[in-house]
């Protein structure tokens, strides 16, 4: 009996013993598995990564790209046919992706607002970009509003329309005197790039639920005369929410021409392992909410003449608190008039 007992006990300690072994075998092929699949990533990153432009700035080189769980890349759209930062900054929309709260904000920044600029006098926004390019623009806004910038995203015309088309278009409700005024705008785009007249013109201007495709939803976007800057930033951002919306089904679908017609017309100072990483990050923050916003805020500014320049005087306290609370978690609150949750 005492045989037994001890050739059982053996047995079982044997049976343990397996089941470990079985167990470490199978952990180490899940760990393989995954290193060949971050490696493929890389691989793929890297491909899409040498169609863009990539440019160095060193003053923001060592900067982390990520501070205290919150991610910031400004996106800048120029208004240049060309690569490079000719042109003026169009729209200027900063892209927050908060590990914390579990949103991705779009924050639009008027272009009009009275700021200081480094090294400059004070003057509109944009004229920081004009002055210094993306480098002094994202220094600008981290001054002014206590934001850490150190990444960006210059997009020129050719870039959002393509995006646009890359994904299969958006569909938006728009009003009748809007389907007009993107007609208005493609005149302007189909004498710039040599296309035919009439070109995606719309024949119906009746309004109502629409489908743009990208150079239309172009046109939508640089309205200016609906709504003031406010409307178009907003418009903006709409689209830029579809898109993100439908861009990991475009990339299943229709990824060759995504690379094609957005990469080459993108310059960043995001390196490759930058990009791997937030393509890394990409499946997780597909699932947060969009929250939009604009600032300066509703009731914290207001029109003034400087220099002989109309421009919106602001109340930077004010704007610095909602951004904190926001895209760090202080409160999380949203703006009553500009926040929408997609």
Do not use: W
Not at 196 to 219: C, I, K, R, W
């Amino acid at each position: 009996d005492k045989r037994n007992r001890k050739g059982n006990k053996k047995g079982a300690g044997g049976g343990r013993k397996k089941k470990k072994s079985g167990l470490k075998r199978f952990l180490i092929a899940v760990a393989l598995i995954l290193v060949f699949l971050a490696a493929g990533l890389y691989v793929l990153v890297g491909k899409v990564y040498g169609e863009m432009n990539y440019e160095k700035i060193e003053s923001v080189a060592s900067s982390p790209m990520k501070e205290e769980g919150v991610t910031n890349i400004l996106l800048i759209g120029n208004d240049s046919r060309e690569n490079g930062e000719d042109g003026r900054s169009d729209a200027m929309i900063l892209l927050s992706i908060s590990n914390k709260t579990k949103k991705i904000y779009m924050t639009s920044l008027l272009r009009d607002m009275y700021v200081d600029i480094p090294g400059h006098k004070g003057n509109r926004l944009n004229a920081a970009y004009s002055y210094g390019g993306a480098e002094l623009l994202m220094e600008t806004i981290e001054q002014n509003f206590d934001i850490h910038i150190s990444r960006y995203v210059l997009v020129n015309f050719e870039a959002f329309a393509n995006l646009v088309d890359a994904v299969g278009g958006v569909d938006l409700e728009l009003t009748s005197k809007e389907v007009e005024y993107v007609n208005g705008y493609l005149v302007e785009y189909n004498i710039l790039l040599g296309r035919p007249e009439g070109t995606d013109y719309f024949e119906d201007t009746s309004g109502g639920m629409v489908h743009l495709n990208g150079p239309q939803a172009l046109a939508y976007c640089r309205n200016r005369y609906i709504g003031t800057d406010f409307g178009r930033t907003e418009r903006q951002r709409k689209v830029l929410a579809e898109v993100i919306h439908k861009l990991p089904q475009g990339m299943l679908t229709n990824p060759q021409e995504l690379i094609d017609g957005l990469m080459p017309n993108l310059t960043t100072n995001l390196t490759q392992t930058e990009c791997y990483r937030l393509s890394l990050m990409a499946p997780k923050a597909v699932t947060y909410d969009i929250i939009q916003n604009s600032i300066p805020l509703e009731g914290t500014y207001k029109d003034a003449t400087i220099r002989k320049m109309a421009v919106l005087e602001v109340d930077f306290e004010a704007n610095k608190k909602f951004l904190q609370e926001n895209l760090y978690g202080d409160g999380d609150i949203t703006s009553t008039s500009e926040a929408s949750a997609e």
